[in-house]
């Protein structure tokens, strides 16, 4: 069974920085694609960015390009969100995802087989 489970939220000011980290266990990873979605309030889910676990290519929503890093280490099985330049804009549960194959589209939440329980971030101005 696949469990994703994030840490690494918090309060941080404007213009400062936090590391999400996703735990994955329960299988393998290679073939699968993972990702980082959020959620802010009253707004619907949207998409982060995402990495395939094979070959590490990435892709990013245009809001967070030059600012958020997406990595993973294959040997602990942990998906990262390095988060610099922070703005009172990506406050928000921050979730991590799981597909089970890289041919469907990255930046669908609908392309997700498996989801973490979600940390929030929060930025103040």
């Known amino acids: 069974q696949v469990q994703l489970v994030e840490s690494g939220g918090g309060l941080v000011q404007a213009g400062g920085s936090l590391r999400l980290s996703c735990a994955a266990s329960?299988?393998?990873?290679?073939?699968?694609?993972m990702a980082w979605f959020r959620k802010a309030p009253g707004k619907e889910r949207e998409f982060v960015a995402a990495?395939?676990?094979?070959?590490?290519?990435?892709d990013y929503t245009d809001s967070v390009k030059g600012r958020f890093t997406i990595s993973r280490d294959n040997a602990k099985n942990t998906l990262y969100l390095q988060m610099n330049s922070l703005k009172p804009e990506d406050t928000a549960i921050y979730y991590c995802?799981?597909?089970?194959?890289?041919?469907?589209?990255?930046?669908?939440?609908?392309?997700?087989?498996?989801w973490g329980q979600g940390t929030q971030v929060t930025v103040s101005s």
């Open positions: 995802a799981a597909a089970r194959s890289i041919l469907r589209p990255a930046m669908s939440q609908f392309s997700y087989d498996h």
């Open positions: 329960g299988r393998t990873f290679s073939g699968y694609t």
């Open positions: 990495i395939r676990w094979i070959g590490g290519s990435t």
